[in-house]
Nanobody, 119 residues
Framework: QVQLVESGGGLAQPGGSLRLTCAAS????????MGWYRQAPGKERELVAA???????NYADSVKGRFTISRDNAVSTWYLQMNSLKPEDSAAYYC?????????????WGKGTLVAVSS
């Protein structure tokens, strides 16, 4: 089992920055990919950014060039640096960890942290 706790959400002005942190505990050795998802009211949860244990990254087109995902070497903490924030970035942001299980994968989720971008 992996437990995830997000922090760093809050209110930012358009053009501002926030940094989200995800702290993982438990069987972190099993994690092979980490990510951030977001869900705005009335919308489906969507991938924002992901990073593998090896360091490969993937971003949603809407955040490329503005957001950066990173992780520590122990794969116990990962971050989402969000710059040039826009009102449409407002959402609940969820930390995700993925680990292999049998012939498939298992996803672990944090409880979410709210990001509001408004003037």
């Amino acid at each position: 089992q992996v437990q995830l706790v997000e922090s760093g959400g809050g209110l930012a002005q358009p053009g501002g920055s926030l940094r989200l942190t995800c702290a993982a505990s438990g069987s972190i050795f099993s994690i092979n990919a980490m990510g951030w998802y977001r869900q705005a009211p009335g919308k489906e949860r969507e991938l924002v950014a992901a990073i593998t244990r090896g360091g490969s990254t993937n971003y949603a087109d809407s955040v490329k060039g503005r957001f950066t995902i990173s992780r520590d070497n122990a794969v116990s903490t990962w971050y989402l640096q969000m710059n040039s924030l826009k009102p449409e970035d407002s959402a609940a942001y969820y930390c995700n960890a993925r680990a292999p299980r049998g012939n498939g994968v298992v996803d672990y989720w944090g409880k979410g942290t709210l990001v509001a971008v408004s003037s």
